[in-house]
T-cell receptor
Framework: RKEVEQDPGPFNVPEGATVAFNCTYSNSASQSFFWYRQDCRKEPKLLMSVYSSGNEDGRFTAQLNRASQYISLLIRDSKLSDSATYLCVPSGTTDSWGKLQFGAGTQVVVTP | GAGVSQSPRYKVAKRGQDVALRCDPISGHVSLFWYQQALGQGPEFLTYFQNEAQLDKSGLPSDRFFAERPEGSVSTLKIQRTQKEDSAVYLC???????????????FGPGTRLTVT
């Protein structure tokens, strides 16, 4: 089993709709989590950090389920500019100081 | 405020050639990471520096890959005797501190797209 698994999508979402997708992780010791967005042929950029049970930033909400070892990202009122690939990355542990495992990403396509 | 820069942005190498990829992190950032990203995949960890110390190189695919950061700022990733399977985007990222588990934001450079023919 991969350490981080994401549904690759694409999730085709009408503009204004809500979309949600999950990321499952295998390392139960992960304490913090990050969602990065990556536009086509661009570098990843941080979207949201999650240090406790969840986080909300405007139209974006992340929720962490430690018992089932997954983290979700929900996007409300989708905009065309939300079209991107969303990468999930759990933080490492003190045993793997800087080594981070990114998921393969979930592609979201917002359509007019 | 400059971000992370990488050069060259594009590199085409013939199989068997050596290449050197450069990363200039954000000034003052302690941690520096190299990733390899194949098409349709997330970034795959290669190696990690804290200042000039290479603390983890477990992701380097073979001994043809070598990274250094001699003065704790600029880093170079060198690939010797390139193979076709080395074709990918090589991303560099830096972060301010050296927090355990990488639990802080990483700032990525634009990447170097390497094509081995």
């Amino acid at each position: 089993r991969k350490e981080v698994e994401q549904d690759p999508g694409p999730f085709n979402v009408p503009e204004g709709a809500t979309v949600a997708f999950n990321c499952t992780y295998s390392n139960s010791a992960s304490q913090s989590f990050f969602w990065y967005r990556q536009d086509c042929r661009k570098e990843p950029k941080l979207l949201m950090s999650v240090y406790s049970s969840g986080n909300e930033d405007g139209r974006f909400t992340a929720q962490l389920n430690r018992a089932s070892q997954y983290i979700s990202l929900l996007i409300r009122d989708s905009k065309l500019s939300d079209s991107a690939t969303y990468l999930c990355v759990p933080s490492g542990t003190t045993d793997s100081w800087g080594k981070l495992q990114f998921g393969a990403g979930t592609q979201v396509v917002v359509t007019p | 405020g400059a971000g992370v820069s990488q050069s060259p942005r594009y590199k085409v190498a013939k199989r068997g050639q050596d290449v050197a990829l450069r990363c200039d992190p954000i000034s003052g950032h302690v941690s520096l990471f190299w990733y390899q990203q194949a098409l349709g995949q997330g970034p795959e960890f290669l190696t990690y520096f804290q200042n000039e110390a290479q603390l983890d190189k477990s992701g380097l695919p073979s001994d043809r890959f070598f990274a250094e950061r001699p003065e704790g700022s600029v880093s170079t990733l060198k690939i010797q005797r390139t193979q076709k399977e080395d074709s990918a985007v090589y991303l560099c990222a830096s972060s301010l501190l050296g927090m355990a588990g990488g639990s802080e934001e990483q700032y990525f450079g634009p990447g170097t797209r390497l094509t081995v023919t």
